[in-house]
């Protein structure tokens, strides 16, 4: 099985309308001999991450959560204060959510790389 590359351009696009596309791309749902337990998918580049558009007030409005398990462990992050220090991480993340909680899914994030 031959991956192929994908570059997907980010500039002006949603960051949910992207993820969906990358998704579907990592995981091989544009082949016609995907199966859901395989590993099929294909390599995908994003380029222009930095210019991407948050819709609505995601920007100011939109936290992360981490629990350490503790009482008063839950910590937030702002979406604006991950974006200005990586953004690269937030493209992470919502693909991440997007993609079946099984053990294909380290292997399929492992083939994104996101170009600011």
Do not use: C, W
């Not at 222009?48 to 629990?67: A, D, I, P, Q």
């Not at 503790?70 to 991950?82: A, N, V």
């Not at 990586?86 to 493209?91: E, F, S, T």
């Amino acid at each position: 099985m031959e991956r192929q590359t994908h570059t997907i351009d980010a500039a002006g696009r949603p960051l949910g309308r992207v993820a969906t596309q990358v998704v579907a791309l990592l995981r091989g749902k544009h082949k016609e001999d995907f199966v859901p337990n395989k590993d099929i998918g294909d390599f995908v580049v994003i380029t222009n991450f930095g210019k991407v558009k948050f819709t609505g007030k995601k920007l100011e409005k939109k936290n992360y959560y981490r629990y350490s398990g503790y009482p008063g462990g839950l910590k937030e992050i702002p979406l604006s204060r991950i974006f200005s220090q990586d953004p690269a991480q937030v493209m992470r993340r919502a693909v991440l959510g997007m993609l079946p909680k099984n053990k294909l899914r380290d292997q399929q994030i492992k083939r994104l790389k996101v170009e600011l």
